[in-house]
């Protein structure tokens, strides 16, 4: 059995998906099982600190699916933060990580500042983050930031707020993985995994030039959706479903030979 493992960005959590994580198990099908992790401040962890590194993030999860005794190794499929996160899993504990697919994510040391978060979100991530804002008035700005979709963005968004009343993430753990997005550094080398790179050239919070910046710094693969926001997986989850399969087949044949 391959097990994969979805893991959310910024003060995001499991519901976030939006269903891709039930689109994706059926797609792979048998053995193939689909997991979804919490970040520490995020979802059913709202009320733990979020660490301020990434380091520590992945070693929250690495404890956590111990804890469910869900044996390694895994593949992990991560966007934004959490694809820091399996980065750093990966150079970490490379016995653990079988593959990963990286969606809209960057690195310092490998883009500067301004690509990694675009200057015209400044405004409205502060006043995401400013208290009095109601969690309607809060998935409505993110949304609007993250997906190119609008059609979409009024349901979404009252659905994701009334998680929001139901599991807030604090002030003060946005800020905490704000901290430890901002400080986390590339590694001197690529983890020693599989990897698939998946970026949105309309994404307008983190410029798509941070995943083609890492995929040429380390020869990974890069699949470009042309219109997508940076929630990818909400804006086009048929696309990234379908860059999945087509990858694993290649991947797991790899794995395979190796073993052998």
Do not use: K
Request: hydrophobic share 45%.
């Amino acid at each position: 059995m391959t097990i994969w493992v979805l893991l959310r960005g910024l003060t995001r959590e499991t519901v976030h998906w939006n269903g891709f994580e039930r689109r994706l198990a059926t797609a792979l099908g048998p053995p193939h099982r689909v997991l979804t992790l919490d970040l520490p401040g995020n979802g059913t962890l709202y009320q733990s600190n979020s660490p301020t590194c990434v380091a520590d993030m992945a070693g929250a999860c690495r404890a956590e699916l111990n804890r469910r005794n869900h044996p390694a190794p895994y593949v992990l499929v991560a966007m934004s933060l959490g694809a820091m996160v399996a980065i750093d899993w990966a150079c970490s504990a490379p016995q653990d990580v079988a593959g990963c697919v990286l969606i809209n994510t960057s690195l310092r040391g490998v883009s500067p500042f301004w690509q990694r978060l675009q200057p015209h979100n400044y405004v409205t991530l502060a006043r995401v983050l400013v208290p009095g804002r109601t969690a309607l008035q809060r998935e409505q700005a993110v949304l609007a930031m993250t997906s190119n979709q609008p059609a979409q963005q009024g349901d979404t968004a009252a659905a994701w707020a009334a998680v929001a009343r139901q599991r807030p993430v604090s002030r003060g753990n946005a800020l905490r993985q704000l901290l430890a997005a901002a400080r986390y550094r590339a590694p001197p080398h690529p983890p020693a995994v599989p990897a698939l790179l998946l970026a949105s050239a309309g994404d307008r919070l983190v410029s798509a030039q941070c995943s083609q910046r890492i995929a040429a710094a380390w020869g990974w693969p890069l699949r470009m959706h042309p219109d997508a926001g940076h929630d990818l997986p909400l804006d086009a989850p048929v696309w990234v479903q379908q860059q999945i399969c087509d990858w694993w087949p290649g991947v797991a044949s790899g794995l395979l030979a190796r073993r052998q």
